[in-house]
């Protein structure tokens, strides 16, 4: 039995609804951390290990131009340290540091914090959601 492409629509804007529009957590995180999001998602990816500013880039999905304005901007505050790649001088290293491993486990914290409708479900309807979202995510592996 094939879903209706409709309902799966409706399925997926309202899920985008819930997460995006009515529980979005990047304005908070800008809030906290005194900074744009895209420069708390440097951070995020930073803090899983070093990369190249190339690297970086791909990741954010931003042009190498934008990625050094926000690396300057994070040197600046003292959260990433560059460095040229040993391996190849061409390239830089973007390290985080203490301070910057700091903001991005609050950053996690806060887009972690599940949203009050979640919190309220039925713990057998919570977990039926956590089957699905994970069905979901295995499908898109």
């Not at 094939?2 to 985008?16: E, G, L």
């Not at 070093?50 to 990625?67: C, F, G, H, K, N």
């Not at 914090?113 to 309807?125: C, Q, R, T, V």
Request: aromatic fraction near 2%; charge should be neutral.
């Amino acid at each position: 039995m094939s879903t209706d492409p409709r309902t799966a629509a409706r399925v997926w804007q309202n899920m985008r609804t819930l997460v995006v529009d009515q529980h979005d957590r990047r304005k908070a995180v800008r809030e906290a951390l005194d900074m744009s999001f895209i420069r708390a998602k440097a951070l995020r990816f930073l803090a899983a290990g070093p990369m190249t500013m190339r690297d970086l880039a791909e990741r954010l999905v931003i042009d190498r131009p934008y990625t050094t304005l926000i690396v300057d901007d994070l040197e600046r505050r003292g959260l990433v340290e560059r460095r040229v790649d040993l391996t190849d001088r061409r390239a830089k290293i973007v390290t985080i540091t203490a301070p910057g491993r700091d903001a991005a486990e609050l950053a996690d914290r806060i887009i972690g914090e599940p949203p009050e409708p979640l919190l309220a479900l039925p713990a057998a309807d919570l977990e039926m959601l956590d089957r699905i979202i994970g069905a979901l995510m295995r499908s898109a592996e």
